[in-house]
C-alpha cells in the first residue's frame, strides 16, 4: 500500500470505528468499561484512546492524559472531548506509546493508573510498553485493561493464526492472535481481578497493581 493510500485507510477506519463498535460497545462492552474506569482516580494515562469511547466514564476526581497517534482518530476524541461537561479533565496529544516525546510528558512513578482498552493487541513492542507503565506508575498504582486474547485451545489458535494476516491489515495493525494476558501475566505487576468472556473470540478484562501501598 502506498503511503497515500495508506493514510486514505487510516482515515476510512477512524470514520467507521464508531460504527462498526456500536453494537459490540453497547450489549457487551460499555458495562466492562464503566465496570474498569469509575473507581480510578488522580492521573490517569490512558494509552490510544481512540475516538475517546472511555471518556464519559472517568470519575469527577480524573485527571486524563490521552494519548493517540492516528490524526484522524485523534481529531474524533478532541471533539469527543470538547462535548464533554468537564473538558478540563482531559489533555490529549497525538502521540504513541513509544513515540520519544513520552519522555517529557509522563515522569517516573507520577501516575495514579493507566488505562487500555482494545489496545495492547495493536502497541507494537506490548512488552517494552508493559514495562514503560510499570515505570510511570506510582506504587500502589492501577493498570486497568480490556483487550481480546489468543485463543486457549489449539484449534481456536490456529484460526486466530491463519486470519491474523488480513486482520491486521483491516484493523491497522491489530494482532487477532497475541496472547495479551500471558503477556501481564509475566510483566510483574499482581494481579487484583481478572475476567474472561467470549465475544466472538477470547476477551480478557483485568485490574492489576504495581506493588506498594495503594494510591
Ligand atoms: C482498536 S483501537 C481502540 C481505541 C480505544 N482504546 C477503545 O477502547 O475503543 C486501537 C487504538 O490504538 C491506537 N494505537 C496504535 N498504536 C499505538 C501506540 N503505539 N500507542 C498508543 N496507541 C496506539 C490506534 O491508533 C487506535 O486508535
Redesign the pocket.
Known amino acids: 500500500m502506498s503511503v497515500i493510500s495508506m493514510a486514505r485507510y487510516s482515515k476510512k477506519f477512524?470514520q467507521l470505528?464508531d460504527e462498526v463498535?456500536y453494537l459490540p460497545?453497547t450489549i457487551f462492552l460499555k458495562i466492562r468499561?464503566k465496570r474498569l474506569l469509575k473507581g480510578l482516580a488522580g492521573k490517569i494515562l490512558?494509552?490510544?484512546?481512540?475516538?475517546g469511547?472511555?471518556f464519559q466514564h472517568y470519575s469527577n476526581n480524573s485527571e486524563v492524559v490521552g494519548?493517540?497517534?492516528?490524526p484522524y482518530?485523534f481529531a474524533k476524541a478532541e471533539n469527543r472531548k470538547n462535548r464533554l461537561p468537564f473538558p478540563n479533565r482531559f489533555t490529549l496529544h497525538n502521540?504513541?506509546?513509544?513515540?520519544s516525546e513520552m519522555k517529557d510528558l509522563i515522569q517516573p512513578e507520577s501516575l495514579d493508573a493507566v488505562v487500555?482498552?482494545?489496545?495492547l493487541?495493536?502497541?507494537?513492542e506490548p512488552e517494552k510498553?508493559l514495562s514503560s507503565f510499570m515505570k510511570w506508575l506510582k506504587p500502589g498504582g492501577r493498570l486497568v485493561v480490556?483487550e481480546h486474547i489468543r485463543a486457549h485451545r489449539l484449534a481456536g489458535m490456529k484460526i486466530q493464526n491463519l486470519f491474523n494476516p488480513v486482520w491486521e491489515k483491516l484493523?491497522?495493525?491489530?494482532q487477532l492472535n497475541r496472547a495479551t494476558d500471558i503477556l501481564l501475566a509475566e510483566s510483574g505487576f499482581e494481579l487484583v481481578r481478572e475476567n474472561r468472556f467470549w465475544l466472538g473470540m477470547p476477551f480478557y478484562e483485568a485490574e492489576l497493581k504495581k506493588a506498594g501501598k495503594d494510591t
Request: with cysteine; proline share 5%.
Open positions: 477512524s470505528y463498535m460497545d468499561r490512558e494509552v490510544g484512546v481512540g475516538t469511547t472511555n494519548i493517540e497517534p492516528s482518530m502521540i504513541g506509546c513509544g513515540d487500555c482498552t482494545l489496545v493487541c495493536t502497541i507494537p510498553a480490556l484493523a491497522e495493525g491489530c
